[in-house]
């Protein structure tokens, strides 16, 4: 009985790490860190305080919306206008990457993912699967660049920086565009104009829900932008829903929060290490953008964006770094995890097909952007 008591937890301790991996992962680099700068004062001033609050109400009030399948019925309206499988899948890319702009990545493909497969299955084209998450995901760390709060990554250094909006999305603009002409092109070579019906949705709204959490968003989104103080959304949005949808408060993803949190004790703490310190700001100084998209492959884009704005001033090409960088390897950001841990489920025998798929197209976007944006 003991043994099996033992094995049980052992066996649930293992379910949670291959869940949160990242987040583990954080938790030991800060561990780490703390040898070396025991904790003091100063581990007060590690964390943006604005940017966690700002992360949770987005999460929190997406989570109600995707409770009562506004997104769902949403795209699937939208891909009920489409007649065959290229312009369904781009349909399908285009959600997803609008989405990014406006719930974030990592929260457009837990929402639109679902529906990529749905819409495969039920018309018998799963052989576009693969290609299809894939450009979801290209399109959801790509789609979000645009906004301060379309990647995690760009709402830290929007904070952090205090960078204007409009020179923010003037920063953005030009690789945001070739981004779309690139993922456009890709659907249109490697999916062919083969009918494609979907069944009729019968999802309906409750208006009243819809319009309170809609409300809720814009204040979300009114916070992002500074335009009221961020715990005034703190207050008012948990308190809302605790009422409304507390479901939609244990939905919230913590473990993406807690990410951050140990993540900004890592980033404070390397800060605080000379030797880091120096080594750094030289490599730094000699090229923000190709330190910050190599970082990006190794340690994940918005560890890269925190660890990395210790010790440069130069925003602008940190911002592009950490945002182009998210294409690349599989850890190369939060949400390529996400989309492989999507894939893998429903596919887990094509696990090497999907890798060698997913490296193709990242690494010819990651070189084609990096490219563009050092010659202009």
């Known amino acids: 009985m003991e043994q099996t008591k033992m094995q049980t937890f052992i066996g649930r301790i293992k379910q949670f790490i291959s869940l949160n991996a990242v987040m583990c992962i954080a938790f030991l680099a800060a561990l780490i860190t703390v040898f070396f700068v025991p904790v003091d004062q100063e581990y007060k001033g590690y964390f943006d305080y604005k940017t966690l609050t700002c992360l949770f109400c987005v999460l929190a009030v997406v989570c109600a919306l995707k409770n009562i399948n506004f997104f769902y019925m949403l795209a699937c309206k939208v891909v009920e206008l489409f007649k065959n499988a290229r312009m369904s899948i781009i349909a399908l890319v285009y959600i997803t990457f609008i989405g990014s702009m406006l719930i974030a990545n990592d929260m457009a493909l837990l929402t639109f993912l679902p529906l990529g497969y749905f819409v495969l299955t039920t018309t018998g084209k799963e052989k576009y699967m693969a290609f299809t998450f894939i450009m979801q995901n290209i399109a959801a760390n790509l789609g979000g660049m645009l906004t301060p709060f379309g990647n995690p990554q760009n709402l830290y250094l929007y904070s952090k920086f205090q960078i204007p909006n409009l020179e923010f999305m003037s920063i953005m603009a030009p690789p945001f565009v070739v981004s779309i002409v690139l993922i456009t092109m890709c659907c249109i070579v490697f999916v062919q104009p083969e ?37 005034i959304g703190l207050i008012v949005i948990p308190s809302v829903l605790i009422f409304v949808d507390r479901k939609a408060l244990k939905m919230v993803d913590y473990g993406l929060l807690f990410t951050f949190v140990f993540f900004f004790i890592f980033a404070g703490n390397m800060a605080r290490i000379e030797v880091v310190r120096n080594l750094f700001s030289g490599l730094l100084e000699k090229s923000t953008l190709l330190f910050g998209v190599l970082s990006c492959q190794f340690i994940s884009n918005v560890p890269s964006a925190i660890l ?26 939060l949400a390529s995890l996400i989309t492989f841990r999507e894939y893998t489920k429903h596919n887990p025998k094509k696990t090497l097909y999907y890798i060698e798929m997913f490296s193709a197209f990242n690494f010819g976007f990651l070189i084609i952007l990096t490219a563009f944006v050092m010659a202009v």
């Open 308 to 333: 990395l704005s210790q010790f440069t001033e130069n925003y602008r090409d940190l911002l592009v770094a950490v945002n182009i960088g998210g294409v690349g390897t599989l850890i190369s950001s």
């Open 195 to 231: 009918p494609l019906m979907l069944p009729a949705s019968k999802v309906e709204l409750s208006p009243k829900k819809t319009v309170l959490y809609l409300l809720l968003f814009a204040l979300a989104i009114v916070i992002v932008f500074r335009g009221i103080p961020y715990w």
